[in-house]
């Protein structure tokens, strides 16, 4: 009988142990706390994405900066190739309009000095009074009398 009754108390303990394992487990909701909750949670996540998204932005601007840099340093560049060749065809136009060079160029093309030369004076404006072109002598002087339209002033009508 022992035997029996040993049994007969495992199995009232195992009921029982059964019994409040199967029995659900039962509290008060606090409503206020699960919306406290859900309000952190949601500030975290809206902070955290956030972020996320500030880190897109600032990554995106510092590509975008890279690449505008990577654009100046090619224009840069050009402009310094660019530089360059100008300065060397100033050199070469300054090199080519000297008075030798271009004596020189003329005697190579066949081109002989004149026995006695003549030079052309351009219309301009001497002293307020248009000066029309004419040709002088060598070692002629610029007297205004003398020359031809001398009394003509710009904006005058003759009448």
């Given at each position: 009988?022992?035997?029996?009754?040993?049994?007969?108390?495992?199995?009232?303990?195992?009921?029982?142990?059964?019994?409040?394992?199967q029995?659900?487990?039962?509290?008060?909701?606090?409503?206020?706390?699960?919306?406290?909750?859900?309000?952190?949670?949601?500030?975290?996540?809206?902070?955290?994405?956030?972020?996320?998204?500030?880190?897109?932005?600032?990554?995106?601007?510092?590509?975008?900066?890279?690449?505008?840099?990577?654009?100046?340093?090619?224009?840069?560049?050009?402009?310094?190739?660019?530089?360059?060749?100008?300065?060397?065809?100033?050199?070469?136009?300054?090199?080519?309009?000297?008075?030798?060079?271009?004596?020189?160029?003329?005697?190579?093309?066949?081109?002989?000095?004149?026995?006695?030369p003549?030079?052309?004076?351009?219309?301009?404006?001497?002293?307020?009074?248009l000066?029309?072109?004419?040709?002088?002598?060598?070692?002629?002087?610029?007297?205004?009398?003398?020359?031809?339209?001398?009394?003509?002033?710009?904006?005058?009508?003759?009448?």
């Amino acid at each position: 009988m022992t035997s029996a009754a040993q049994q007969s108390r495992q199995r009232a303990t195992s009921k029982g142990a059964a019994a409040k394992s199967q029995r659900p487990r039962l509290r008060v909701i606090d409503h206020s706390k699960l919306k406290r909750e859900s309000r952190r949670r949601s500030v975290v996540m809206g902070v955290i994405l956030f972020l996320a998204g500030c880190l897109f932005v600032i990554a995106f601007v510092h590509a975008t900066l890279v690449q505008h840099q990577h654009q100046l340093d090619v224009i840069n560049s050009e402009i310094a190739v660019a530089a360059e060749r100008s300065a060397q065809l100033e050199r070469d136009v300054n090199i080519a309009s000297a008075p030798v060079v271009i004596v020189e160029r003329a005697e190579a093309l066949g081109m002989v000095r004149s026995q006695d030369p003549v030079y052309l004076v351009a219309n301009h404006y001497l002293a307020g009074r248009l000066i029309t072109g004419q040709l002088l002598e060598v070692g002629a002087s610029l007297e205004p009398e003398q020359l031809v339209g001398a009394d003509s002033v710009p904006g005058e009508t003759s009448e």
